[in-house]
């Protein structure tokens, strides 16, 4: 469990600033706000490259899903006091879950060489500066920022880098839109449910609901307990305990939200652009971006591009930072940014060694391409068993007293569960097949 280090220095308990406007989000909006990853961007906009406005209405159905699951996470770490992978281990077997985390390791180390990657080729369309040192200058930044800030004050700098995002957006209101044929294609799209479709789609669901998310904010759950010292909801009064739980309902709902709006934005920015203008095939995020100065002009460009660099800052620590709670919680150490990195040694020992391999996968000889592909087929592989642990510990009284999960949540959790294990399922027929 997360317990407020003695050394750095701490939050300001309970009390806040007069008004913040994002002083009631946290772990929710950072969360869904990470999965806007380069790596994700490339994804949404290949979707909007490739089918223009046809691959619109998945958002629809990603949203609920996602905030289901996402709610049932963020519940099991503030009601126990302790992260997702620490509750799964006390249900489940040892080597089962050790298994599903090593895999998560190394879809998540592929993930952030993937987006630091990212993040270097779009500060070289900026700049014009060499791309491979603009990477490692970003790699290090961003794991000096996770050593060395801690997770009071570092939190702040990912609210705030949550609103890059913004960018895509905007993309979306500097060309022209023909929003009444959006609302139509977003409804009843024009689409054939082919293997390149089927893939895209497969390639969408995956990259929207990803393990790593689960792990993230039931942890960053336990990290707020701790900074505010707070007990968990255990041992809290009803009322009190209630209060909380609506907290995280709308943190996670408008940070899934978020998340969905961004994904809506970026393949609604490609389709009305580089689809419109037979610009179809699409590898990168900085391809995207590059393929925009022509046809949406240089403010969109810029837009795109730095969109990119942002979210891949605010991705990168929450994908090394799940993998260092995974790891940690089930090997006993001490977990959480609020320590300084010699009081949990293990934990930044984790996050370290995530970074330096995302790194040698960029310089290595690997298609970064083909690296992030199968990647998405690990992901897409383990988060179906561990939504389906997640869903049985979140409904267990022995961990979760009286709070256990809504029927509303058990209900919508096991249908994201199954379109998952269906996604899996289709992805693998296409693999097959092709």
């Not at 380069?38 to 209405?57: E, H, V």
């Not at 968990?232 to 009190?240: C, F, I, S, V």
């Not at 709308?250 to 689809?275: E, Q, R, Y």
Request: hydrophobic letters at 55%; charged letters at 10%; one cysteine or more.
């Amino acid at each position: 469990m997360a317990e407020p280090s003695p050394h750095r220095p701490k939050g300001g308990g309970k009390h806040r600033a007069p008004w913040r406007p994002l002083g009631r989000l946290g772990p929710g909006l950072i969360t869904g706000a990470a999965d806007d990853d380069p790596s994700g961007i490339a994804t949404y906009s290949q979707a909007g490259a490739q089918f223009g406005l046809n691959m619109l209405w998945t958002v629809a159905i990603t949203f609920p899903l996602m905030v289901a699951i996402q709610l049932v996470s963020a519940r099991i770490g503030r009601v126990t006091g302790q992260g997702l992978c620490a509750n799964l281990a006390k249900v489940f077997p040892k080597p089962a879950v050790g298994v599903l985390i090593g895999l998560l390791f190394i879809a998540n180390t592929i993930n952030i060489g993937a987006d630091i990657a990212a993040m270097g080729a779009a500060g070289q369309l900026i700049t014009g500066w060499n791309a491979k040192a603009l990477t490692v200058a970003f790699a290090a930044v961003s794991l000096g920022l996770q050593l060395f800030v801690p997770y009071h004050r570092y939190v702040q700098v990912l609210k705030w880098l949550t609103l890059a995002l913004f960018a895509y957006v905007g993309v979306a209101f500097i060309v022209r839109v023909d929003w009444l044929q959006v609302l139509a294609r977003t409804a009843l799209p024009r689409l054939t449910l082919d293997r390149t479709a089927l893939t895209v789609i497969v390639a969408v669901f995956g990259t929207t609901i990803s393990p790593y998310l689960f792990f993230w904010q039931s942890s960053e759950e336990v990290e707020e307990l701790g900074v505010k010292h707070e007990p968990n909801l255990l041992h809290e009064p009803k009322r009190a305990a209630a209060k909380e739980l609506v907290r995280i309902r709308w943190d996670t709902i408008v940070g899934m939200g978020f998340s969905n709006l961004v994904a809506f934005f970026i393949m609604l920015a490609t389709a009305t652009t580089l689809h419109a203008a037979g610009k179809t095939d699409i590898q990168t995020s900085a391809e995207a971006a590059e393929a925009l100065k022509p046809i949406a002009g240089q403010l969109a460009f810029v837009l795109f591009s730095l969109g990119i660099l942002g979210t891949g800052f605010l991705a990168a620590p929450v994908l090394a930072g799940s993998s260092a709670y995974a790891i940690g919680e089930t090997r006993g150490w001490k977990t959480g940014l609020e320590h300084w990195p010699w009081e949990a040694p293990g934990f930044y020992a984790v996050i370290v060694v995530s970074v330096v391999l995302g790194l040698g996968v960029v310089f290595s000889p690997i298609d970064p391409i083909k690296a992030l592909f199968w990647s998405a087929v690990i992901n897409g592989i383990i988060a179906v068993p561990i939504m389906a642990a997640t869903m049985v510990v979140g409904a267990r009284r022995h961990e979760m007293g009286r709070y256990v999960a809504t029927v509303g949540q058990l209900i919508f959790g096991w249908i994201a569960t199954a379109v998952m294990a269906l996604a899996v399922g289709a992805m693998a027929w296409t693999m097959v097949a092709g």
